[in-house]
Each structure stands twice: as structure tokens, then as C-alpha cells.
């Protein structure tokens, strides 16, 4: 099993522009998370997904940002339009009902 | 909702020494309680967990320890190795598992000294 997959591994981005960070999570598991990682405020869960269907999106700290999950194997962040303080890196992780997997991370500049 | 402390943020100790990172959680309905490991530029991995019902579990050179009523749970390393320098992570849920959104600490930054 490859594990978690996140892509873009780095992403530098202008103060405005669109950005989609991208998530394959383990077959057949059912659970996928989105983590947001900075120095101030350490993992912050963002938005979770259960079978496809957003379950909790409290975290998600404004409108300007969204998340999809299509199918069971693909799940997208996006931030439109992003901010220099949307900095950090951002995890994906997935579950089958016990631990998490996490991914490699997306690291997320925008100037 | 659940807040969850840690301390210390930096522990540094002599290779071959003993590390215990500890946690404290708010959440009395928290019944599953995870640690991670995260290197240099990697995701945290999963490296050992317990739940409410057990008190204490080892696994090798690791061992978490579990006090329900002071709501609180250690880590302990012993014999520590180069290889255990990275930053760990407590955390916890009340759904068990990973039915739920973790929360988790702050991290601690584990050196170790040769």
C-alpha cells in the first residue's frame, strides 16, 4: 500500500490566487481528515469526511475555504482567494475506524 | 469541545536516558488516546496507543501510561536511541478511534544527546 498520497509536495502562491491541494487516501478506508499544521497553533482538524459525506467542517476557518470528496480515492482542499496567513503545511489523513494514516503533507506559501 | 496540553515543548536528554512526555486532557467522554511521532519534513506516524479500559501498554522500548481520574497520560521512553529525536504528539478522541476528528497537543520537541 502506498499509504496517504498528497500533491502538490510544495506549493508557492501569490496573495489572491487559487489554490487545490489533493488527497488520495488508503483504499478502503472510510474516514478522510484535513490538518492544518503551524508553529502558533499547532494540527487544527479543518473539515472530516465519512464515506464520501462531510461530516464536521467546524474548523474550517473561513469561507474562503472548501472541500470536496468526489469519490472514495480523491479529496480536494481549496482556498480561493488565499492569504499570506494561510501559510502553513496541510495534512491529509485517513482512517478505517482506528488510528489515523497521515499523508506527507502539502507545504503552502503564499507571498 | 476537547482541549488537550502537553508538556514539555523541548526535552533534551542523553542518549541512553529515559523521556516522559506528558498530556492532560479536558473531555471526560475522551476514551481513546494516541501518540505520534513526526519527523523533518514527514506526516506524524502512529507509534502507540491506549484506550480508557487499559491502564498501562508497552511496546518495546515504549510504554503510555493512562489516568483516567486526573484525566492524564504519559509516554515513556527508555534506552533512547539517536533515531527517537523528533517531535511527538499526544492526542485524543472520544469516538475510540478514528471515527472522529482527533485533537491534539502541541507537540514536543525530543533531542537526544550522544
Known amino acids: 500500500d502506498a499509504g496517504v498520497i498528497q500533491s502538490p509536495r510544495h506549493e508557492v502562491t501569490e496573495m489572491g490566487q487559487e489554490v487545490t491541494l489533493r488527497c488520495k487516501p488508503i483504499?478502503?478506508?472510510?474516514?478522510l481528515f484535513w490538518y492544518r499544521q503551524t508553529m502558533m497553533r499547532g494540527l487544527e482538524l479543518l473539515i472530516y469526511f465519512n464515506n464520501n459525506v462531510p461530516i464536521d467542517d467546524s474548523g474550517m476557518p473561513e469561507d474562503r475555504f472548501s472541500a470536496k470528496m468526489p469519490n472514495a480515492s480523491f479529496s480536494t482542499l481549496k482556498i480561493q482567494p488565499s492569504e499570506p496567513r494561510d501559510s502553513a503545511v496541510y495534512f491529509c489523513a485517513s482512517s478505517g475506524g482506528i488510528g489515523y494514516t497521515f499523508g506527507s503533507g502539502t507545504r503552502l506559501t503564499v507571498v | 469541545g476537547e482541549n488537550v496540553e502537553q508538556h514539555p515543548s523541548t526535552l533534551s536528554v542523553q542518549e541512553g536516558d529515559s523521556a516522559v512526555i506528558k498530556c492532560t486532557y479536558s473531555d471526560s467522554a475522551s476514551n481513546y488516546f494516541p501518540w505520534y511521532k513526526q519527523e523533518l519534513g514527514k506526516g506524524p506516524q502512529l507509534i502507540i496507543d491506549?484506550?480508557?479500559?487499559?491502564g498501562e501498554k508497552k511496546d518495546q522500548r515504549i510504554a503510555v501510561t493512562l489516568n483516567k481520574t486526573a484525566k492524564h497520560f504519559s509516554l515513556h521512553i527508555t534506552e533512547t536511541q539517536p533515531e527517537d529525536s523528533a517531535v511527538y504528539f499526544c492526542a485524543a478522541s472520544s469516538s475510540g478511534g478514528g471515527a472522529d476528528g482527533l485533537t491534539f497537543g502541541k507537540g514536543t520537541h525530543l533531542i537526544i544527546q550522544p
Open positions: 483504499s478502503g478506508h472510510d474516514y
Open positions: 491506549i484506550r480508557s479500559n487499559v
